[in-house]
């Protein structure tokens, strides 16, 4: 073949090439924010990679924890104890106080409903593009993780929500801090309500839709969830307030802190059923 | 055959960089773009086509790993790896510093369409990683021009 001809043809692959991405590029725009089959299916491909590197890098972690490291242990296991037995005493309060409440069988049931609602899982990568937006856990499908469920950390507080694409063995979770995020939250004082979303860059959120007027929400308040958006169990804490703007829009500029810390951000638990619901 | 096992391999061991970079510091995976960093060794030792599957494919892996608009990523990592083969071929890029003002200059390309589609398509700014991004085509050089050093070498010695 002519050399001209081979570049010709070069060319026309790369067009091609080229063509075949804008065109995926607006397929989106009918699909929204819900991946196209493509999108799922190098996801699912290459999911599996990413989750044996996390558990080659766990097992070399344990190996170190276990030979190397082991002088810390008994410091560390003192720490537990105290700590369990705070949690056993915190326990047994919270136990009487719903036996006021609830007869011993329903309350046998809601514990065990509590227990399975939470499915812990081991934080396996960031987005390729922005640390902000998203995750991925090593719980899919197959653990019973589905789209639209609510992620917190090992301290209960907010995180996300698992968003598509879900595959067998990982999920993706939206962080709160993602600019396409909403949760509907009100403030622990002043019971303020509005809507938390990611600024997607920084890694802080905007509290919206509180009217310029309302005089009541102050700096430093805590932001809880309300459940009204069905989504997010009622009861989770998601934020403090870290500053406050009022110009002259018709609504303030709050921003907020969110409690989900970033650099520790390797164990968090998925609400496989909305605990509002169990009470 | 075998130029399509050694992308595929490529793709696997960026992959494998990205996952572990992740597991060291989320500042690794924004100051050094591992796929990037695969799409342009591949586009200089292989040629353009392979330059330009390979961008494709890299590409659409990390839009398949974002929550960003899918295929973004795709575009600019083929229009890298694709220009990538075709300069190489017209311009001597073998000698040690020229290949790291080459692939710098390709990194930063990428990058550049990469947040010109980005800001194009989300209408306002962009993440940037506290500026970590910026780093991205500096530390692709010096990393890619080693690399392709020591492959060139590598491939001298076998083929002799």
């Known amino acids: 073949m002519p050399q001209i001809h081979k570049e010709r043809r070069k060319q026309l692959i790369f067009a091609g090439l080229l063509l075949v991405q804008l065109v995926l590029i607006s397929l989106q725009v009918p699909l929204g924010e819900e991946p196209s089959y493509f999108e799922k299916g190098i996801f699912f491909i290459f999911s599996p990679v990413q989750k044996s590197v996390h558990a080659l890098f766990q097992k070399i972690g344990s190996a170190w924890t276990r030979y190397v490291y082991l002088r810390k242990v008994e410091q560390q296991n003192q720490g537990m104890r105290d700590e369990l037995f705070l949690l056993r005493q915190e326990n047994i309060q919270l136990r009487n106080g719903l036996e006021k409440l609830k007869d011993k069988q329903e309350l046998g049931r809601i514990l065990t409903d509590l227990r399975r609602s939470f499915l812990f899982a081991s934080v396996i990568g960031a987005d390729a593009s922005n640390m902000y937006k998203s995750i991925i856990i090593d719980k899919g499908s197959q653990d019973g993780v589905m789209n639209g469920m609510a992620v917190v950390d090992h301290h209960g507080n907010l995180v996300g929500r698992t968003i598509n694409p879900v595959s067998f063995g990982t999920a993706t979770v939206q962080l709160l801090t993602d600019d396409n995020s909403g949760v509907s939250v009100y403030s622990a004082d002043h019971r303020v309500t509005g809507v938390l979303a990611g600024d997607g860059r920084g890694g802080t959120c905007w509290l919206k839709y509180v009217q310029a007027t309302n005089a009541d929400l102050a700096v430093g308040e805590e932001l809880i969830t309300s459940g009204i958006d069905k989504i997010f169990p009622a009861g989770l804490k998601a934020g403090r307030v870290v500053s406050i703007i009022t110009d002259n829009s018709l609504f303030k500029k709050i921003v907020v802190r969110p409690y989900l810390g970033f650099g520790s951000l390797n164990f968090v638990a998925v609400l496989t059923q909305r605990l509002d619901t169990l009470f | ?160």
């Open chain 2, 1 to 160: 055959m075998r130029d399509f096992m050694e992308a595929a391999a490529g793709v696997l061991i960026a992959f494998f960089f990205y996952t572990v970079f992740r597991k060291i510091s989320v500042s690794l995976i924004e100051s050094l773009n591992v796929f990037t960093l695969a799409v342009i060794l591949i586009g200089l030792l292989k040629g353009e086509m392979a330059g330009a599957f390979m961008g494709m494919a890299c590409g659409l892996i990390v839009d398949s790993f974002s929550l960003g608009v899918f295929g973004i990523s795709g575009v600019a990592n083929t229009l890298a790896g694709y220009l990538t083969g075709v300069i190489s071929r017209k311009v001597n890029v073998v000698p040690f510093l020229r290949s790291l003002v080459f692939i710098g200059i390709m990194a930063g390309l990428e990058l550049a369409v990469w947040m010109g589609l980005s800001a194009l398509i989300f209408g306002e700014g962009i993440y940037l990683g506290k500026g970590l991004i910026f780093l991205q085509p500096v530390l692709t050089a010096i990393v890619g021009s080693v690399l392709f050093l020591r492959i060139r070498k590598f491939k001298a010695k076998h083929e002799k």
